[in-house]
């Protein structure tokens, strides 16, 4: 079964009806049912942040997503350190800005004893070199 990463985003987008990606978000996740969720814990702390808390009904969708067969919560400690340089490498350095949370999601794409053949997010910019370069598919 194929594995799927997904970004912060696109939880928004899913179970907030009111987000302006939503319809586009219930597409993508039509092709996730048959697919493993990998969701890294930097994922579920961002997507579970104050904007999103308060919204029970987002909540609970998002609950019952969880308890899903095939959700699969990835450990991050391995990319901590080496995401915490990379914000600051490639925010001050590189004058491209990118979160921690993409950074841990960089990292897990681009490492090879973590088997990622999709990658869902409406942020292609950010991550497309990487997956390029593993050979993911981005949707």
């Given at each position: ?6 970004d912060t985003g696109l939880w928004y987008a899913l179970f907030d009806t009111k987000d302006s990606y939503h319809e586009q978000?219930q597409e993508t996740a039509e092709r996730l049912a048959p697919l493993t969720i990998v969701i890294p814990w930097p994922v ?96």
């Open positions: 079964m194929p594995n799927i990463l997904v978000a579920l702390y961002e997507t579970l942040s104050t904007s999103f808390a308060p919204n029970f009904r987002a909540l609970r969708r998002f609950e019952m997503f969880l308890k899903r067969p095939g959700v699969v919560f990835l450990d991050d400690t391995p990319y901590r350190q080496e995401a915490l340089n990379r914000v600051f490498e490639w925010s001050l350095q590189h004058s491209r800005p990118l979160s921690a949370t993409d950074c841990v999601l960089r990292l897990i794409l681009d490492d090879v004893a973590i088997r990622i053949d999709l990658l869902a997010t409406f942020n292609v910019r950010d991550f497309a070199d990487v997956c390029r370069r593993r050979g993911v598919e981005l949707l």
